[in-house]
Protein backbone atom coordinates (compact mmCIF):
# COMPACT_ATOMS: atom_id res chain seq x y z
CA UNK A 1 0.00 0.00 0.00
CA UNK A 2 3.15 2.35 0.43
CA UNK A 3 6.01 1.65 -1.61
CA UNK A 4 8.30 3.55 0.57
CA UNK A 5 8.47 6.09 4.03
CA UNK A 6 10.83 8.59 3.39
CA UNK A 7 12.60 10.53 0.77
CA UNK A 8 15.97 11.41 0.51
CA UNK A 9 18.18 12.38 -2.70
CA UNK A 10 20.77 14.46 -3.59
CA UNK A 11 19.68 14.48 -7.80
CA UNK A 12 16.43 13.57 -9.43
CA UNK A 13 17.85 10.38 -10.26
CA UNK A 14 18.76 9.19 -7.51
CA UNK A 15 15.50 10.18 -5.58
CA UNK A 16 13.01 7.70 -4.19
CA UNK A 17 10.04 9.25 -4.46
CA UNK A 18 7.39 8.31 -1.68
CA UNK A 19 3.48 9.13 -2.40
CA UNK A 20 2.73 12.04 0.52
CA UNK A 21 0.76 9.58 2.78
CA UNK A 22 3.80 8.44 3.28
CA UNK A 23 5.42 10.95 4.57
CA UNK A 24 3.16 11.64 6.60
CA UNK A 25 2.34 8.31 8.49
CA UNK A 26 5.91 7.97 9.30
CA UNK A 27 5.88 11.57 10.79
CA UNK A 28 2.87 9.91 13.30
CA UNK A 29 4.72 7.11 13.91
CA UNK A 30 8.34 8.60 14.92
CA UNK A 31 5.81 11.37 17.46
CA UNK A 32 4.53 8.21 18.63
CA UNK A 33 0.61 9.42 18.47
CA UNK A 34 -1.57 6.74 20.52
CA UNK A 35 -4.33 6.29 22.55
CA UNK A 36 -3.38 6.15 26.59
CA UNK A 37 -3.98 2.36 27.63
CA UNK A 38 -4.22 1.81 31.39
CA UNK A 39 -1.03 -0.77 31.35
CA UNK A 40 -1.14 -4.34 33.32
CA UNK A 41 2.10 -4.28 34.67
CA UNK A 42 1.71 -7.88 35.59
CA UNK A 43 0.82 -8.68 31.52
CA UNK A 44 3.16 -6.58 29.86
CA UNK A 45 6.78 -6.85 28.90
CA UNK A 46 9.67 -4.16 29.35
CA UNK A 47 9.57 -3.35 25.38
CA UNK A 48 6.24 -2.75 25.55
CA UNK A 49 5.39 -0.77 28.79
CA UNK A 50 8.54 1.47 27.39
CA UNK A 51 6.35 1.95 23.95
CA UNK A 52 3.31 2.60 26.59
CA UNK A 53 4.76 5.47 28.55
CA UNK A 54 6.17 6.97 25.62
CA UNK A 55 2.86 7.01 23.79
CA UNK A 56 1.51 8.47 27.20
CA UNK A 57 4.29 11.19 27.78
CA UNK A 58 3.56 12.56 23.83
CA UNK A 59 -0.37 12.75 24.41
CA UNK A 60 0.14 14.85 26.99
CA UNK A 61 2.39 17.40 25.40
CA UNK A 62 -0.14 17.10 22.30
CA UNK A 63 -3.02 17.99 24.27
CA UNK A 64 -1.47 20.48 26.21
CA UNK A 65 -3.86 23.74 24.32
CA UNK A 66 -1.40 26.45 26.62
CA UNK A 67 2.02 25.11 24.40
CA UNK A 68 2.87 26.61 20.91
CA UNK A 69 3.58 23.91 17.65
CA UNK A 70 7.11 24.83 18.01
CA UNK A 71 7.27 24.20 22.16
CA UNK A 72 5.08 21.25 21.00
CA UNK A 73 7.63 19.83 18.90
CA UNK A 74 11.01 20.79 21.47
CA UNK A 75 9.36 18.29 24.03
CA UNK A 76 8.56 15.57 21.41
CA UNK A 77 11.86 15.85 20.14
CA UNK A 78 13.47 15.32 23.45
CA UNK A 79 11.38 12.38 24.42
CA UNK A 80 12.46 10.81 20.80
CA UNK A 81 16.23 11.60 21.58
CA UNK A 82 15.78 9.41 25.00
CA UNK A 83 13.99 6.78 23.50
CA UNK A 84 15.57 6.43 20.02
CA UNK A 85 18.93 4.58 19.42
CA UNK A 86 20.27 6.75 17.23
CA UNK A 87 23.90 5.36 17.24
CA UNK A 88 22.38 1.68 16.92
CA UNK A 89 19.97 3.12 13.78
CA UNK A 90 23.09 5.31 12.50
CA UNK A 91 24.84 2.21 12.23
CA UNK A 92 22.40 -0.18 10.78
CA UNK A 93 21.63 2.78 8.21
CA UNK A 94 24.63 3.03 7.01
CA UNK A 95 25.55 -1.20 7.24
CA UNK A 96 29.13 -2.22 5.93
CA UNK A 97 29.76 1.60 4.55
CA UNK A 98 30.05 2.26 8.69
CA UNK A 99 33.52 1.07 8.44
CA UNK A 100 34.31 3.73 5.76
CA UNK A 101 33.68 6.70 8.18
CA UNK A 102 36.06 8.12 10.26
CA UNK A 103 35.26 7.92 14.36
CA UNK A 104 34.58 11.83 13.25
CA UNK A 105 32.84 11.12 10.29
CA UNK A 106 30.77 8.79 12.66
CA UNK A 107 29.30 11.25 14.91
CA UNK A 108 29.11 14.02 12.39
CA UNK A 109 26.88 11.45 10.61
CA UNK A 110 24.88 10.89 14.05
CA UNK A 111 24.34 14.23 14.80
CA UNK A 112 23.28 14.91 11.30
CA UNK A 113 20.59 12.13 10.13
CA UNK A 114 19.11 13.19 14.02
CA UNK A 115 18.39 16.21 13.25
CA UNK A 116 17.30 15.09 9.63
CA UNK A 117 14.58 13.11 11.02
CA UNK A 118 13.71 15.92 13.66
CA UNK A 119 13.50 18.45 10.71
CA UNK A 120 11.81 16.70 8.39
CA UNK A 121 8.83 14.75 10.53
CA UNK A 122 8.19 17.15 13.05
CA UNK A 123 7.29 19.40 11.13
CA UNK A 124 4.04 17.69 10.83
CA UNK A 125 3.03 17.99 13.79
CA UNK A 126 0.41 20.06 13.49
CA UNK A 127 -1.24 16.92 11.53
CA UNK A 128 -2.64 15.47 14.67
CA UNK A 129 -5.97 15.04 15.26
CA UNK A 130 -7.12 12.68 17.70
CA UNK A 131 -6.22 9.76 16.16
CA UNK A 132 -5.32 7.01 17.77
CA UNK A 133 -2.91 4.00 17.88
CA UNK A 134 -3.93 0.49 19.66
CA UNK A 135 -0.76 -1.83 20.82
CA UNK A 136 -2.05 -5.42 19.51
CA UNK A 137 1.15 -7.34 20.24
CA UNK A 138 4.70 -8.25 20.18
CA UNK A 139 7.35 -10.75 18.60
CA UNK A 140 10.52 -11.83 19.14
CA UNK A 141 13.35 -11.29 16.70
CA UNK A 142 16.99 -12.24 16.52
CA UNK A 143 19.68 -10.43 18.66
CA UNK A 144 17.09 -10.40 21.52
CA UNK A 145 15.45 -7.50 19.93
CA UNK A 146 11.71 -7.14 20.60
CA UNK A 147 9.03 -5.76 18.17
CA UNK A 148 5.97 -3.94 19.31
CA UNK A 149 3.11 -4.02 16.87
CA UNK A 150 0.62 -1.46 16.65
CA UNK A 151 -2.38 -0.27 14.77
CA UNK A 152 -3.49 3.39 13.99
CA UNK A 153 -7.45 3.82 14.18
CA UNK A 154 -9.09 6.68 13.11
CA UNK A 155 -8.82 9.87 10.52
CA UNK A 156 -6.81 9.45 7.32
CA UNK A 157 -4.66 6.46 8.59
CA UNK A 158 -7.00 4.49 9.71
CA UNK A 159 -6.01 0.58 9.47
CA UNK A 160 -1.96 1.62 9.05
CA UNK A 161 0.19 -0.73 10.89
CA UNK A 162 3.50 1.06 12.78
CA UNK A 163 5.64 -1.34 14.33
CA UNK A 164 8.66 -0.31 16.73
CA UNK A 165 11.74 -2.75 16.71
CA UNK A 166 13.34 -2.35 19.87
CA UNK A 167 16.57 -3.60 21.59
CA UNK A 168 18.10 -3.75 25.06
CA UNK A 169 20.61 -1.13 25.72
CA UNK A 170 22.61 -0.96 29.23
CA UNK A 171 19.57 -2.01 30.70
CA UNK A 172 17.05 -0.12 28.72
CA UNK A 173 14.74 -0.58 25.73
CA UNK A 174 15.25 1.92 23.39
CA UNK A 175 13.59 2.26 19.75
CA UNK A 176 16.07 0.76 16.56
CA UNK A 177 13.60 0.60 13.77
CA UNK A 178 9.72 2.10 12.67
CA UNK A 179 7.97 -0.25 10.24
CA UNK A 180 5.45 1.59 8.85
CA UNK A 181 3.08 -0.64 6.79
CA UNK A 182 5.91 -3.29 6.38
CA UNK A 183 8.37 -1.45 5.01
CA UNK A 184 11.37 -0.34 7.59
CA UNK A 185 12.70 3.24 8.22
CA UNK A 186 16.42 1.90 9.02
CA UNK A 187 16.20 -0.53 5.14
CA UNK A 188 14.32 2.52 3.40
CA UNK A 189 17.22 4.97 4.01
CA UNK A 190 20.17 2.34 3.39
CA UNK A 191 19.07 2.22 0.07
CA UNK A 192 18.92 5.62 -0.58
CA UNK A 193 22.44 6.40 1.00
CA UNK A 194 24.32 3.38 -0.54
CA UNK A 195 23.67 5.36 -3.53
CA UNK A 196 25.07 8.37 -2.09
CA UNK A 197 27.70 6.37 -0.90
CA UNK A 198 28.56 4.90 -3.76
CA UNK A 199 28.79 8.20 -5.96
CA UNK A 200 31.07 10.17 -3.69
CA UNK A 201 31.50 8.29 -0.83
CA UNK A 202 31.37 9.18 3.51
CA UNK A 203 31.96 13.41 2.76
CA UNK A 204 29.48 13.66 0.38
CA UNK A 205 27.10 12.14 2.46
CA UNK A 206 27.44 14.44 4.90
CA UNK A 207 27.80 16.83 2.61
CA UNK A 208 24.17 16.12 1.55
CA UNK A 209 22.36 16.03 5.02
CA UNK A 210 24.14 18.85 6.35
CA UNK A 211 22.77 21.14 2.75
CA UNK A 212 19.08 19.16 3.07
CA UNK A 213 19.14 19.69 7.21
CA UNK A 214 19.97 24.14 6.65
CA UNK A 215 17.56 24.02 3.93
CA UNK A 216 14.91 23.42 6.66
CA UNK A 217 12.00 20.77 6.39
CA UNK A 218 10.44 19.95 3.02
CA UNK A 219 6.98 20.63 2.50
CA UNK A 220 4.58 19.35 4.52
CA UNK A 221 1.87 17.02 2.73
Do not use: H
Request: charged fraction near 25%; include cysteine.
Amino acid sequence: MISTTCNFSTTPSSAVRAPRRSAALVAFALLGFASPQPPDAAAQSAPRVMVQQTIDAVLVILRDEALSTEQKRSRIETIAYQRFDFPTMSRLVLARNWQRFSKTQQTQFMEEFKRYLAVNYGNRIERYDQQKVDIVGERKEPRGDVTIQSVVRGGEFEGATVDYRLRERDGNWLVIDVIVEGISLVSNFRDQFKEVLARGGPEELLEALRAKNAAGPAEAS
